[in-house]
Protein backbone atom coordinates (compact mmCIF):
# COMPACT_ATOMS: atom_id res chain seq x y z
CA UNK A 1 0.00 0.00 0.00
CA UNK A 2 3.04 2.49 0.92
CA UNK A 3 4.27 2.06 -2.61
CA UNK A 4 1.31 3.00 -4.02
CA UNK A 5 0.73 5.76 -2.19
CA UNK A 6 4.66 6.87 -2.83
CA UNK A 7 4.49 6.15 -6.95
CA UNK A 8 1.11 8.03 -6.73
CA UNK A 9 2.49 11.13 -4.84
CA UNK A 10 5.37 11.14 -7.23
CA UNK A 11 3.33 10.81 -10.42
CA UNK A 12 1.54 13.94 -9.64
CA UNK A 13 4.04 15.94 -8.68
CA UNK A 14 5.89 14.91 -12.23
CA UNK A 15 2.10 16.44 -14.15
CA UNK A 16 2.22 18.99 -11.85
CA UNK A 17 6.09 20.00 -13.00
CA UNK A 18 5.21 19.62 -16.64
CA UNK A 19 2.08 21.88 -16.94
CA UNK A 20 3.93 24.72 -14.67
CA UNK A 21 7.08 24.60 -17.42
CA UNK A 22 4.28 24.30 -20.46
CA UNK A 23 2.24 27.50 -19.14
CA UNK A 24 4.31 30.96 -19.10
CA UNK A 25 5.20 32.78 -16.49
CA UNK A 26 3.09 35.87 -15.92
CA UNK A 27 4.61 38.97 -17.19
CA UNK A 28 5.21 41.95 -14.51
CA UNK A 29 3.64 45.27 -15.25
CA UNK A 30 5.78 48.29 -14.68
CA UNK A 31 5.60 50.39 -12.01
CA UNK A 32 4.03 53.62 -12.32
CA UNK A 33 6.74 56.60 -11.67
CA UNK A 34 6.06 58.57 -9.04
CA UNK A 35 4.83 61.93 -10.41
CA UNK A 36 7.30 64.68 -9.81
CA UNK A 37 7.03 67.90 -7.28
CA UNK A 38 5.04 70.90 -8.70
CA UNK A 39 6.37 74.11 -8.04
CA UNK A 40 4.96 77.26 -8.08
CA UNK A 41 4.57 78.28 -12.07
CA UNK A 42 6.64 81.80 -12.09
CA UNK A 43 5.83 84.83 -13.93
CA UNK A 44 7.72 84.69 -16.81
CA UNK A 45 6.79 80.83 -17.56
CA UNK A 46 3.73 79.80 -18.76
CA UNK A 47 3.00 76.56 -16.76
CA UNK A 48 2.60 73.73 -19.19
CA UNK A 49 -0.47 71.58 -18.89
CA UNK A 50 0.35 67.73 -18.90
CA UNK A 51 -1.73 64.69 -20.31
CA UNK A 52 -0.25 62.28 -17.54
CA UNK A 53 -2.82 60.98 -15.21
CA UNK A 54 -3.24 63.52 -11.66
CA UNK A 55 -0.96 62.44 -8.83
CA UNK A 56 -2.44 60.27 -6.43
CA UNK A 57 -3.81 61.40 -3.38
CA UNK A 58 -1.98 61.40 -0.17
CA UNK A 59 -2.45 59.47 2.59
CA UNK A 60 -3.50 61.43 5.58
CA UNK A 61 -1.16 60.68 8.94
CA UNK A 62 -1.31 61.98 11.99
CA UNK A 63 0.60 64.86 11.84
CA UNK A 64 -0.81 66.09 8.69
CA UNK A 65 -4.55 66.44 9.92
CA UNK A 66 -3.34 68.44 13.15
CA UNK A 67 -1.60 70.90 10.23
CA UNK A 68 -5.15 70.95 8.02
CA UNK A 69 -6.89 71.96 10.97
CA UNK A 70 -5.23 74.90 12.34
CA UNK A 71 -5.98 78.20 10.73
CA UNK A 72 -3.53 79.44 8.31
CA UNK A 73 -1.83 82.50 9.76
CA UNK A 74 0.77 85.37 8.94
CA UNK A 75 4.03 84.06 10.01
CA UNK A 76 5.86 87.49 9.44
CA UNK A 77 8.03 88.28 12.33
CA UNK A 78 5.68 91.49 13.28
CA UNK A 79 2.34 88.64 13.66
CA UNK A 80 4.14 86.42 15.75
CA UNK A 81 3.84 87.04 19.52
CA UNK A 82 7.07 86.91 21.24
CA UNK A 83 7.72 83.47 23.50
CA UNK A 84 7.09 84.04 27.28
CA UNK A 85 10.47 82.62 29.26
CA UNK A 86 11.48 82.88 33.02
CA UNK A 87 14.48 85.15 31.09
CA UNK A 88 12.06 87.65 29.16
CA UNK A 89 9.28 87.70 31.85
CA UNK A 90 11.56 89.57 34.71
CA UNK A 91 10.88 93.30 34.71
CA UNK A 92 13.36 96.16 35.37
CA UNK A 93 14.66 96.95 38.50
CA UNK A 94 12.73 99.87 39.68
CA UNK A 95 14.55 103.02 40.77
CA UNK A 96 13.49 101.93 45.02
CA UNK A 97 15.86 98.82 43.45
CA UNK A 98 18.41 100.43 41.88
CA UNK A 99 18.98 103.09 45.13
CA UNK A 100 19.30 100.17 47.60
CA UNK A 101 21.94 98.27 44.92
CA UNK A 102 23.37 101.78 44.73
CA UNK A 103 23.40 102.02 48.52
CA UNK A 104 25.08 98.50 49.03
CA UNK A 105 27.69 99.27 46.77
CA UNK A 106 28.26 102.84 48.04
CA UNK A 107 28.67 100.80 51.70
CA UNK A 108 31.47 98.26 50.21
CA UNK A 109 33.50 101.67 48.91
CA UNK A 110 32.70 101.55 44.93
CA UNK A 111 30.17 104.23 44.27
CA UNK A 112 30.46 107.36 45.83
CA UNK A 113 27.40 108.44 48.07
CA UNK A 114 25.95 111.16 45.74
CA UNK A 115 25.70 108.55 42.37
CA UNK A 116 23.46 106.99 44.44
CA UNK A 117 20.32 108.88 42.87
CA UNK A 118 18.59 105.51 41.86
CA UNK A 119 19.18 105.71 38.38
CA UNK A 120 21.22 103.22 36.59
CA UNK A 121 24.11 104.88 34.71
CA UNK A 122 27.47 104.79 33.61
CA UNK A 123 29.00 105.20 37.32
CA UNK A 124 26.65 102.62 38.64
CA UNK A 125 28.20 100.35 35.82
CA UNK A 126 31.51 101.31 36.67
CA UNK A 127 31.49 100.93 39.88
CA UNK A 128 29.43 97.24 39.54
CA UNK A 129 32.23 96.19 37.23
CA UNK A 130 34.88 97.17 39.84
CA UNK A 131 33.14 95.41 42.40
CA UNK A 132 32.01 92.12 40.43
CA UNK A 133 35.91 91.86 39.48
CA UNK A 134 37.17 91.68 43.04
CA UNK A 135 34.36 89.33 43.41
CA UNK A 136 35.47 86.58 40.39
CA UNK A 137 32.67 87.01 39.02
CA UNK A 138 31.73 87.64 35.36
CA UNK A 139 32.50 92.05 35.04
CA UNK A 140 29.76 92.66 32.85
CA UNK A 141 28.24 95.65 35.05
CA UNK A 142 25.19 93.84 34.44
CA UNK A 143 22.69 93.34 37.84
CA UNK A 144 22.64 89.77 38.13
CA UNK A 145 21.72 86.89 40.74
CA UNK A 146 25.53 86.41 42.07
CA UNK A 147 26.11 89.95 42.11
CA UNK A 148 23.06 90.78 44.04
CA UNK A 149 24.10 87.76 46.43
CA UNK A 150 27.78 89.19 46.91
CA UNK A 151 26.05 92.26 47.54
CA UNK A 152 23.91 90.85 50.53
CA UNK A 153 20.69 91.50 48.54
CA UNK A 154 20.21 88.01 47.62
CA UNK A 155 16.42 86.02 48.37
CA UNK A 156 15.35 86.99 51.76
CA UNK A 157 14.72 83.66 53.87
CA UNK A 158 12.52 83.67 57.26
CA UNK A 159 14.43 82.10 60.01
CA UNK A 160 13.55 78.56 60.68
CA UNK A 161 13.05 78.21 64.43
CA UNK A 162 14.55 75.82 66.60
CA UNK A 163 12.78 72.66 67.77
CA UNK A 164 11.41 72.95 71.39
CA UNK A 165 12.46 69.98 73.27
CA UNK A 166 9.50 67.91 73.87
CA UNK A 167 8.91 67.44 77.41
CA UNK A 168 7.18 64.04 76.76
CA UNK A 169 10.78 62.73 76.18
CA UNK A 170 12.48 60.29 78.86
CA UNK A 171 15.67 60.53 80.60
CA UNK A 172 16.89 57.07 80.53
CA UNK A 173 19.45 59.00 84.07
CA UNK A 174 16.38 59.69 85.79
CA UNK A 175 14.80 56.41 87.90
Known sequence: MRKILCCAA????????????????????????KPAVKTAPSKTTPQKTSSVRPP?????TARSTTASRRPATNTTA???????TWRNRQAS????RYKEIQDALVA???LQSDD?????????VEAMKRFQAE?????????NSLSLIALGLGPKYEAVPAPKPSDTS????QR
Open 56 to 60: ATRTT
Open 78 to 84: AARRPVV
Open 170 to 173: ININ
Open 108 to 110: KGY
Open 93 to 96: PSTD
Open 135 to 143: QNLDSTGRI
Open 10 to 33: SAAALIFAANAADTPAPKKQPVAA
Open 116 to 124: ATGNWNNSS
